[in-house]
């Protein structure tokens, strides 16, 4: 059942919120709307967790090399091809990735229908950073075999994980490969435990950042089901915790990580956004400045600016609308908050994450609720979050660009615009 939009908000778009956890090298092992019943609807969809983008890979040049291989006389071909692949698995190994890449992409030449040499050199190009002839290469390996649940795993990885790139179209393309997987996996007669478990938690880590946090927690319990120990699981179902409000729970998580692993940035980074929503400034402090000493490329302080100068930059996009859209903007609030009220993020079932940067509240422009829902619909304002937008970028000139992006995104729903329509008008 579809809603008048009540409520719209912006979720930043942004970079992985973890490590890189599934191992994919080795390949021979056994907008749409959510509305809920109130009306209100969840209005763009992104990372739910505010850590920064990682920036482009600059692609490192493939060099001119030959895999190390020497020929032998008489070899029939299928055994250099084994020999090829052995190799290139061994210099992937060894992070030797252009000797990787030229030893699968020898074998691809000798086996062209071989789906593990299509595979390796998709690896090896992505990890390279040649993230189109990486995509290509998947494509290949699956299109000789869609079915094969190390194949789909490798796939969904790329997607959801490797790719710089990431959109709500790639995030969906790893999710139904992860799914494809974890069901061709399952249906095995001797189902391989650590596949399964790799594949539920690439479901977890899409559904998280498609912001379907509910259904992230289900996949990450199911990756801990078959390996209980999983500690990129447990982040995820860290992850799915904090996005659905649940704070304490989510606490528990990312001290479990620490406990196993005390250098991870990543844990230590949502630990502190976890301590600030439970009022714990100093905890909170001291995590992020941890996760700034381990990973100093990734993690900055945010760019907090006092409410006077919020409002500035606020007045400055608002002075460059067209008179008949600022007529409209000036007859609603517009409010700069550090935080979201927890009623705003319960609006919706499940809640929206509670990093989102801004909210749209209230019917669009021209539409008057029914009066027997009047008392419901809530008064049209425009919130942005001032916290949160600090933690989204890196730089004071960044800042002021995400906050007239945010302010832009909402004044389209102000004026009755779907995420659909924002998304091709640039601002999803």
């Not at 980074?269 to 100093?282: C, F, K, P, V």
């Not at 993690?299 to 400055?316: K, L, M, N, Q, Y």
């Not at 550090?338 to 801004?358: N, S, Y």
Request: net charge negative; glycine share 6%.
């Amino acid at each position: 059942m579809r809603w008048p939009v009540l409520v719209g908000v912006v979720l930043v778009a942004c970079g992985d919120h973890r490590p890189r956890t599934v191992d994919v090298r080795s390949v021979d092992d056994a907008g749409v709307p959510a509305s809920s019943p109130l009306g209100t609807t969840k209005a763009a969809v992104g990372a739910p967790i505010n850590l920064e983008p990682a920036q482009a890979a600059t692609p490192v040049p493939l060099p001119v090399i030959d895999c190390p291989l020497p020929a032998q006389a008489g070899e029939p071909e299928y055994r250099r091809v084994d020999r090829l692949l052995d190799v290139a698995n061994a210099s992937f190994d060894g992070e030797r990735l252009a000797e990787a890449w030229a030893c699968a992409d020898q074998a691809a030449d000798l086996a062209p229908q071989s789906v593990e040499a299509h595979h390796l050199r998709a690896a090896a190009l992505a990890a390279l950073g040649h993230e189109t002839e990486a995509q290509v290469a998947y494509a290949m390996s699956l299109a000789l075999d869609p079915e094969d649940p190390e194949t789909l795993r490798a796939a969904a990885d790329f997607y959801v994980n490797v790719k710089q790139e990431k959109g709500r179209d790639s995030l969906q393309v790893g999710l139904e490969l992860a799914r494809r997987g974890y069901a061709r996996a399952t249906a095995r007669r001797r189902g391989n435990t650590g596949l399964r478990a790799d594949l539920a938690l690439l479901e977890a880590q899409a559904l998280n950042d498609l912001g379907k946090s509910d259904e992230a927690l289900e996949r990450a319990d199911e990756a801990l089901r078959l390996t209980p120990a999983m500690m990129a699981a447990i982040h995820e179902r860290g992850v799915a915790m904090f996005n659905l409000s649940r704070f304490d729970a989510a606490r528990v998580e990312f001290t479990r990580v620490l406990g196993a692993l005390p250098d991870d940035p990543y844990a230590h980074q949502l630990l502190g956004r976890t301590y600030e929503w439970l009022g714990r400034a100093s905890d909170a402090d001291a995590h992020f400045r941890r996760a700034r000493e381990l990973a100093p490329d990734e993690f900055t302080a945010p760019v907090v600016i006092s409410v006077d100068e919020f409002r500035g930059e606020v007045d400055r996009v608002l002075a460059e609308l067209e008179p008949e859209r600022r007529a409209k903007v000036a007859s609603v609030s517009i409010e700069i908050v550090d935080l979201p009220a927890r009623v705003d993020l319960e609006a919706v079932d499940p809640p929206f994450p509670p990093t989102i940067l801004g909210l749209f509240r209230g019917l669009p422009h021209g539409m008057e609720p029914a009066a027997a829902r009047t008392a419901r619909t809530p008064l049209r304002a425009i919130v942005l979050y001032r916290l949160n937008l600090g933690h989204a970028v890196k730089t004071r000139t960044e800042l002021s660009e995400q906050i007239r992006r945010t302010l832009l995104h909402e004044i389209g729903h102000l004026e009755g615009l779907d995420e659909g329509d924002l998304r091709r008008r640039g601002l999803d």
